[in-house]
């Protein structure tokens, strides 16, 4: 049997903890460091952000801005003074940062905001440096000087699903000068050597994503897809992320994103049709679980995805949604 490796393993009196812990909240770090997503009031729940050592699971289906929350979460965490690394197996450092121009200006201008195409199309444009191709874009030459501000804390990193793997991701994460925000955009692209079963290579993934969130003691947000039935479903939940077993066991933080007209409960659409014609412009967050204090928490927040970013103040869902581990609407 080959032996444990003691050097990663930490162990204490209580009453050395006890100690550690009173240097630490007299030091002003206090005992659980979190990294606020900048979504009220999700952070609320989440008691104040993400901790460390937490494994959190962003799920949703094609279209309902997981990458762009996700990228939004880590801009937050940067802009307040904190530090983040974005792995992203979809998209380009360029692309990223593309994104980011378009969300750091809508965040400035509101509805007079550029977007994400018309930021494209000035970008493809060349000959110009980037302030002058985006002059005369409401936000847009602002939204530069922003990114430049916190640009040192955020690290974009264009991953590749048949080269990039956990030891890379590790790597990454330990160049931040302080314990980082890590998204991985997304989990199941992660290459993580010859496992013919695919259930058995996530489940190895989600393992060691967590294994380095409490390593590192940041916390690590990765990015699912759904199987094959949540695609189907009415409405997403836990059960239906891929090698769903190991991840609702690993994950402290399980959140799924939905277009709140395809989760709301029939009745709504029925007797409320103004209503329901602007249920298309708002996202469901559905905390399926979280170990920092309530779960089946259901929230909702203005979507502006063609200008890159979720509005960040939500709120509780008041109307019913379909509830399908009761019935089926």
């Known amino acids: ?11 204490v009196t209580a009453l050395e903890a006890l100690q550690t812990a009173d240097v630490d909240v007299q030091g002003g770090e206090g005992l659980a460091r979190t990294w606020p997503t900048g979504f009220a009031p999700l952070d609320t729940h989440l008691g104040g952000g993400f901790h460390a050592g937490d494994l959190a699971l962003l799920a949703g289906s094609q279209g309902t801005g997981k990458t762009t929350v ?13 530090h983040a690394v974005y792995v992203c197996y979809e998209h380009t450092p360029a692309q990223l940062l593309e994104r980011l121009v378009v969300m750091e200006a809508a965040l400035i201008a509101g509805q007079m905001a550029p977007s994400q195409e018309e930021v494209r199309r000035r970008l493809a444009r060349g000959g110009d440096d980037l302030m002058s191709a985006l002059d005369g874009l409401p ?8 990114i430049e501000g ?61 294994d380095l969130a409490l390593e590192l003691q940041c916390p690590v947000l990765a990015v699912t897809a759904v199987d094959r039935s949540g695609l189907d479903a009415r409405r997403i939940r836990a059960r239906h992320l891929k090698g769903s077993v190991t991840l609702a066991y690993e994950a402290d933080v ?15 659409l029925m007797y409320d049709l103004s209503g329901a014609e602007d ?5 469901v967050w559905s905390l399926e ?16 995805l063609s200008h890159g970013h979720v509005e960040p103040h939500g709120q509780v869902v008041e109307q019913e949604l379909v509830d399908e581990r009761v019935h089926r609407d």
């Open 139 to 146: 936000g847009a030459p602002e939204a530069l000087v922003s």
């Open 254 to 268: 399980i959140l799924v994103l939905q277009d709140k007209y395809d989760v709301v409960a029939r009745q709504h």
């Open 70 to 82: 996700g990228l939004q979460m880590a801009r937050n965490v940067a802009a307040a003074g904190g």
């Open 289 to 304: 679980k979280n170990r920092h204090g309530s779960d089946h928490i259901d929230l909702e927040f203005r979507k502006r």
């Open 1 to 11: 049997m080959a032996g444990s490796d003691h050097s990663k393993v930490s162990s």
């Open 150 to 210: 916190y640009g040192n804390r955020l690290r974009l990193v264009g991953a590749r699903g048949d080269v990039t793997g956990l030891e890379d991701i590790r790597r990454y994460a330990t160049e931040a000068v302080e314990p980082a925000l890590v998204v991985v955009d997304y989990l199941q692209k992660v290459a993580a050597g010859d496992h013919a079963d695919e259930d058995v290579r996530i489940s190895h993934v989600a393992t060691t994503l967590k």
């Open 279 to 283: 249920y298309h412009r708002w996202l």
